[in-house]
């Protein structure tokens, strides 16, 4: 059971935090034995619990300021600001109500003697299990504010990497969902009325693609909210599909195979292993304990389910080589390079230089991907609306002639 309580020190200073215990007895215990006198205790409701996911679905941290604050940190403590010190002017200056709460947790939590890698350890939807495990090794080294840098760099290298991917995506999508929205205009609210015109003329050898586009017309200015309602189920029936553990993995599966965009995605995921697993290991972590983490970061079931599988490998005595060298997923020259920093006994510096070409590679992929789609997006939209034009307009023109 979890307690709230509110408790003064010998000093009496005033402290506040929760704390696990069997019973209000066994907490009350638990304060005196940290040399707390508790004033207040009452065990932990769903008010706190609520109050958390009302600020996390209007504030929730996002990797930007997960960076932003673990870089202030590293910078405070190698000023030599104590750990609690600095925590309350990070926490002072945030806008960011979930991750102030949070913060708030976190100092009182080390106030009452708990370790900093443990604190954090208490918000696992903020703090990943790799970010934890790289602070805990620095704890144990004497060297927080080099755990707490390699935290600040990966967030930074992972989300620089992931922003540059989602721009070069969402630009040509923005374009393609502008287009339909202006073509379902178009054509459910504009071309009935010239339509009007053709129909008025008495004109009977219409051409077949006008026929076509005037029968398309026809049906979206009469059911056009059949239309919304349709796109709008299949939208978000896909939409909660690829959240559930199923629609995940498939998802996962058709990313990797899409043409053009599923090989920035594998360069991704490639990246992201390699600099991770790098980091885990200049920290100190074990091999099978940080092929384990990594997985979990990952966020591709496809390449989590190939490291759990390097992981077992190892556990047996073999290598991680031979398990990747067998996967279509990982590229010859990525197994060749790990088979060789296993053999050499540099396997964090090996991967260092893997990281650091794929970014390079996901990189330029992103940016040739803009370059050439917006040219393919262009012909799309010059296409729909030659069509539109040829269609609907000509007949129009040779009417007027026929008038003349």
Do not use: C
């Not at 709008?232 to 896909?238: L, Y």
């Amino acid at each position: 059971m979890k307690f709230f309580f509110k408790a003064k020190n010998k000093e009496g200073m005033l402290r506040e935090g929760t704390i696990d215990a069997v019973n209000k007895d066994a907490a009350v215990e638990v304060l005196q034995k940290n040399e707390l006198f508790p004033i207040f205790l009452s065990e932990e409701g769903q008010q706190n619990q609520l109050l958390r996911n009302f600020l996390k679905s209007f504030d929730s941290v996002s990797n930007k300021e997960l960076m932003l604050f673990f870089r202030q940190l590293a910078i405070l403590i190698e000023a030599k600001v104590p750990i609690i010190n600095a925590l309350k002017a990070i926490e002072g200056q945030s806008e960011n109500g979930f991750l102030k709460q949070i913060l708030e947790g976190v100092i009182n939590d080390i106030q009452d003697g708990l370790p900093f890698s443990d604190a954090l350890q208490k918000n696992p939807d903020v703090f990943s299990d790799l970010m934890i495990n790289v602070i805990k090794s620095g704890e144990a080294s004497g060297n927080l504010r080099k755990s707490v840098e390699y935290v600040a760099d990966n967030i930074e290298k992972n989300y620089a990497l992931t922003s540059k991917v989602k721009s070069a995506l969402l630009y040509p999508m923005i374009i393609m969902i502008v287009f339909f929205i202006i073509g379902f205009i178009v054509m459910t609210f504009v071309v009935p009325k010239l339509v009007i015109v053709i129909k008025d003329s008495g004109v009977e050898n219409i051409p077949w693609y006008t026929s076509a586009v005037i029968s398309a017309s026809d049906f979206m200015s009469s059911f056009w909210w059949t239309i919304l309602i349709i796109l709008a189920g299949i939208i978000g029936g896909f939409w909660y599909y690829i959240r559930t553990e199923s629609g995940k993995k498939e998802w996962d599966y058709v990313k990797l195979h899409l043409p053009v965009v599923g090989s920035i995605f594998r360069n991704l995921y490639i990246s992201r292993f390699a600099d991770n697993f790098a980091i885990l290991l200049a920290g100190g972590i074990p091999i099978i304990r940080a092929i384990t983490l990594v997985s979990s970061v990952i966020n591709n079931s496809v390449y989590q389910a190939l490291f759990l599988k390097v992981a077992d490998e190892v556990k047996i005595g073999g290598t991680m080589s031979s398990v990747m060298e067998k996967s279509e997923y990982i590229p010859p020259i990525v197994s060749q390079m790990i088979k060789i920093g296993e053999e050499s006994g540099q396997i964090d510096l090996v991967l260092g230089h893997v990281a650091k070409y794929y970014e390079q590679e996901t990189d330029m992929a992103a940016k040739n991907l803009a370059t050439l789609i917006e040219p393919v997006v262009m012909v799309i939209i010059g296409v729909a609306v030659g069509v539109l034009v040829f269609s609907i307009l000509m007949p129009i023109y040779n009417i007027a002639g026929q008038i003349n």
